[in-house]
């Protein structure tokens, strides 16, 4: 199972949550790793992409604690693991691990976010 990758690669309405500010940090992390695929060099494009991956991801899970979320262990859970694994890279990076990000994002999004839509 996996969902279309955009190409090229950048948030659209198919991604939409309902949330705005959720929504708008959705479109800057889909930059963040868009930047890192054309720069794969740059270490600063992959700092920024892992500080506005890990500021997206409190946010979205004080909302989800605000509202007793009833996946949020699981949701958490998920993010703990994105965030080890890109907190643990370094510049260069490798065609995989782009792609790795890239299809990280779209299937969290469409497979695990979507559930939250409605409930936060």
């Not at 060099?41 to 992409?49: N, R, S, V």
């Not at 890109?86 to 969290?108: R, Y």
């Amino acid at each position: 199972m996996g969902f279309e990758i955009p190409e090229p690669y950048a948030w659209d309405e198919s991604f939409r949550v309902a949330y705005d500010n959720l929504d708008t940090e959705h479109q800057s992390i889909f930059t963040c790793i868009f930047d890192c695929s054309k720069a794969p060099g740059d270490g600063g494009k992959l700092a920024k992409l892992v500080e506005v991956t890990t500021n997206h991801f409190a946010t979205e899970e004080k909302m989800m604690q605000a509202k007793n979320y009833g996946e949020f262990g699981d949701h958490k859970k998920l993010h703990d693991e994105f965030v080890t694994k890109i907190k643990g890279l370094s510049a260069p990076l490798g065609d995989d691990t782009v792609a790795f990000a890239k299809n990280w994002l779209v299937n969290h999004i469409k497979g695990t976010d979507f559930k939250y839509k409605g409930k936060l």
